[in-house]
């Protein structure tokens, strides 16, 4: 799909940090919990680590110069926002919601409760919510609790006696009274034990990779599809709503359950409704077009409002709000067809959208100068929209762990015809390079020029580089002549990883154009160490990456697949890189930066060739030889390399809140922001477990 998701911020997280800080600043030393108006010099960005994430707070610097309009505005948006988030924990897994429900209320009441024990809860607690659920959002394996289940159980039993409260089956959780058959917290935490406990009960989220016997459907443990669907029984049936119903198997049949107002997810959806309802009368007049619209799609689940909201919110082009609220991204589902539900809310950061937009208005230069077949070039390529946006709140499938860029819509048809919307995520990346220390660049860096560089450029070359996969990469090309479908289609569990190779490869060859130079993007004295800082970065990532992939010794996660393919094939086929050996430690060194370019051109040349013949053959073998397969002893090596170093893997964000200040008639007067600097704090809230 055409959204740059997370695994780039890790990309840039790895390259940033260029002025050489290895620690974040230090804490705020005040008794406020939160912070009001934190100076941007003492702030606090890197919070705590859980295993191999880092938690990080997001800050919203431009919401306070809003007026009051907009503000309001994004209060309602915001709160549509967070109504939905339980969605996408519930697509993740059937059993997620109540997972969570359970660890809520024991962390919440800690009293009398082991230590050693509780500790275990709080890290495996926070890690769940990092990843919306059990699973690692980078491998797609399920994480377990490291304690007994009978350590558990009486965690769980301290905590019932410190008042927490368990939705046992037949028992919402209310302390009223009880049917008689009500679920005991005994039997129902034994009946969760297998996904607290066993790594081997629906171990994948995703798999796209299944073992003997199972099929992408049935070795994937998420909720899209229930009852056993197998990719057999999905053959012979038509999905009226592919992206916005969860496919069930029942009686040997297979039915749609629609995520609409009143299907699927009715509540979490008629409160999104409510909100967005009253976004309107504050939007601006092609916004509101397209929240009305929105609301219609969420009130019908149909194909043709899903369209039309497409169009309408593709439409609103300079609108200084603005918001992604639906079922979008279709990693979680291993055919690729399945929506996540995920929500953004934010402002465009005027200053920064400067550069993006010079791109953006030069598409149609750079689509004239692809390398490949002009056959597969656009005449006309039509309304980019790029922006560089601050965030004020991600849930679902982009929140806490969050993408730096997006590229909507993913409907290529009506990317065809009406354009799409791209936006990098200003203060996220910002966030990320200031909780990030530099010193992974210098163990997987060959020479200390190369970290130098890396340093100075690899920051710049990053944001630069993913710019032009939003902007220039996922607008470009079309497909063959008489070609029928969509890529989708046609490239199945392949299109996805393709696609980001796409616009990658697109993204490194036009960073040494001159024309970066000339459109004023990249100053003229530093586009040789921009060019190299870039290379010799996207590089190393092949290396430094597998220590994403702790298990197993295939990559599941397409991002992971495209930038693995993309160097390796780059090594098969190419003296752009050499692989070297110094201490007994592996590195990866880009050697010839002419033939990285020309190598880039011709792989780009074939990817685009692939996808708009719909080759199929040709896309699962470019994976299968370069970018699935890894050796992992290489990738011990490169874990014991970084654990040494103690660097998070990924991270997840907390995200800033709002509170409305209300005048004596009830209307908002104004809209506070506010960071409260701690996970467990947020999620609490964001659960309904404390109060917001
Ligand atoms: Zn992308």
């Given at each position: 799909m055409s959204m740059k998701r997370f695994l780039t911020a890790l990309l840039v997280a790895s390259l940033a940090a260029a002025c050489g800080r290895t620690s974040p600043a230090p804490a705020s030393t005040a008794a406020d919990p939160e912070s009001r108006t934190p100076d941007p010099g003492q702030r606090k960005y890197l919070l705590e680590r859980v295993d191999d994430a880092a938690v990080v707070q997001?800050?919203?610097?431009?919401?306070?110069?809003?007026?009051?309009?907009?503000?309001?505005l994004i209060w309602h948006l915001y709160q549509a926002a967070l109504a939905g988030r339980d969605i996408y924990i519930d697509q993740k897994h059937a059993s997620a919601l109540e997972m969570r429900g359970i660890l809520d209320q024991i962390v919440a009441h800690p009293q009398g409760i082991d230590p050693a024990t509780f500790a275990e809860i709080q890290r495996y607690t926070k890690y769940f919510w990092i990843n919306n659920g059990p699973y690692n959002n980078l491998t797609a394996r399920k994480f377990v609790l490291k304690t007994t289940p009978d350590a558990f159980a009486a965690a769980?039993?301290?905590?019932?006696?410190?008042?927490?409260?368990?939705?046992?089956?037949?028992?919402?959780?209310?302390?009223?009274?009880?049917?008689?058959?009500?679920?005991?917290?005994?039997?129902?935490?034994?009946?969760?034990?297998?996904?607290?406990?066993?790594?081997?009960?629906?171990?994948?989220?995703?798999?796209?990779?299944?073992?003997?016997?199972?099929?992408?459907?049935?070795?994937?443990?998420?909720n899209l599809y229930a009852g056993g669907v197998t990719m057999n029984d999905v053959k012979g049936f038509t999905e009226k709503y592919g992206l916005n119903a969860r496919l069930v198997k029942a009686n040997g049949r297979l039915t749609e359950e629609v995520y609409k107002i009143d299907g699927r997810y009715a509540k979490e959806i008629a409160a999104i409704v409510q909100h967005l309802q009253d976004a309107i009368p504050f939007a601006t007049e092609p916004m509101q077009n397209a929240l009305r619209a929105l609301i219609q799609w969420y009130r019908t689940g149909e194909q043709g409002d899903r369209e039309k909201f497409d169009i309408a919110w593709v439409a609103d082009k300079a609108s200084p709000v603005d918001t992604i609220n639906g079922f979008i991204e279709v990693y979680l589902d291993p055919r690729g067809i399945k929506g996540s539900w995920e929500a953004l809310v934010f402002s465009i950061n005027p200053e920064k959208t400067k550069a993006i937009k010079t791109i953006g208005d030069n598409a149609q230069w750079f689509e004239?100068?692809?390398?490949?077949?002009?056959?597969?070039?656009?005449?006309?390529?039509?309304?980019?929209?790029?922006?560089?946006?601050?965030?004020?709140?991600?849930?679902?499938?982009?929140?806490?762990?969050?993408?730096?860029?997006?590229?909507?819509?993913?409907?290529?048809?009506?990317?065809?015809?009406h354009g799409s919307k791209s936006v990098s995520l200003a203060n996220v990346v910002e966030a990320y390079d200031k909780s990030t220390p530099g010193t992974m660049r210098g163990e997987f860096s060959w020479t200390p020029e190369e970290a130098g560089r890396g340093a100075?450029?690899?920051?710049?070359?990053?944001?630069?580089?993913?710019?032009?996969?939003?902007?220039?990469?996922?607008?470009?090309?079309?497909?063959?002549?008489?070609?029928?479908?969509?890529?989708?289609?046609?490239?199945?569990?392949?299109?996805?990883?393709?696609?980001?190779?796409?616009?990658?490869?697109?993204?490194?060859?036009?960073?040494?154009?001159?024309?970066?130079?000339?459109?004023?993007?990249?100053?003229?004295?530093?586009?040789?160490?921009?060019?190299?800082?870039?290379?010799?970065?996207?590089?190393?990532?092949?290396?430094?990456?597998?220590?994403?992939?702790?298990?197993?010794?295939?990559?599941?996660?397409?991002?992971?697949?495209?930038?693995?393919?993309?160097?390796?094939?780059?090594?098969?086929?190419?003296?752009?890189?050499?692989?070297?050996?110094?201490?007994?430690?592996?590195?990866?060194?880009?050697?010839?930066?002419?033939?990285?370019?020309?190598?880039?051109?011709?792989?780009?040349?074939?990817?685009?060739?692939?996808?708009?013949?719909?080759?199929?053959p040709a896309a699962a073998k470019l994976f299968d030889t370069y970018g699935v397969h890894f050796d992992p002893k290489q990738r011990d090596e490169v874990v014991g390399r970084v654990d040494k170093l103690n660097l998070p893997s990924y991270s997840g964000f907390v995200m800033p809140k709002l509170t409305p200040v209300m005048g004596a008639d009830g209307?908002?007067?104004?809209?506070?922001?506010?960071?409260?600097?701690?996970?467990?704090?947020?999620?609490?809230?964001?659960?309904?477990?404390?109060?917001?």
């Open positions: 997001l800050y919203a610097d431009s919401f306070n110069s809003l007026p009051l309009r907009e503000k309001t769980a039993k301290a905590a019932q006696a410190a008042g927490a409260t368990f939705a046992t089956r037949n028992n919402e959780g209310t302390a009223s009274s009880r049917s008689g058959d009500a679920e005991s917290l005994d039997a129902l935490l034994k009946r969760l034990e297998p996904m607290f406990f066993d790594p081997n009960v629906d171990a994948s989220v995703t798999t796209k990779a299944p073992p003997p016997g199972k099929d992408i459907l049935t070795a994937s443990a998420n004239d100068h692809m390398p490949y077949d002009a056959k597969y070039r656009k005449s006309d390529v039509k309304g980019i929209i790029a922006n560089a946006i601050d965030v004020i709140v991600e849930t679902g499938d982009s929140g806490p762990v969050t993408p730096v860029g997006i590229n909507l819509p993913n409907d290529q048809r009506i990317r065809e015809q100075k450029f690899g920051s710049f070359a990053d944001v630069l580089h993913t710019d032009m996969h939003e902007v220039i990469g996922h607008a470009s090309g079309q497909q063959a002549q008489g070609f029928k479908g969509t890529p989708q289609q046609a490239l199945k569990e392949h299109f996805s990883a393709l696609e980001e190779g796409r616009a990658d490869l697109i993204g490194l060859y036009f960073v040494a154009d001159p024309k970066l130079v000339e459109l004023g993007v990249i100053p003229a004295a530093d586009h040789d160490g921009i060019v190299l800082a870039e290379y010799e970065g996207y590089t190393r990532n092949a290396l430094v990456q597998l220590r994403r992939v702790r298990e197993g010794a295939t990559i599941a996660e397409d991002h992971m697949r495209n930038r693995q393919m993309i160097v390796r094939w780059l090594m098969a086929n190419t003296k752009a890189i050499e692989q070297r050996t110094r201490d007994g430690k592996t590195y990866l060194t880009m050697v010839d930066r002419q033939a990285f370019r020309d190598g880039v051109g011709k792989l780009l040349a074939e990817v685009q060739r692939i996808k708009s013949e719909g080759d199929y209307k908002i007067t104004d809209v506070t922001v506010s960071y409260p600097l701690d996970l467990t704090t947020q999620m609490l809230e964001y659960d309904g477990v404390v109060k917001r």
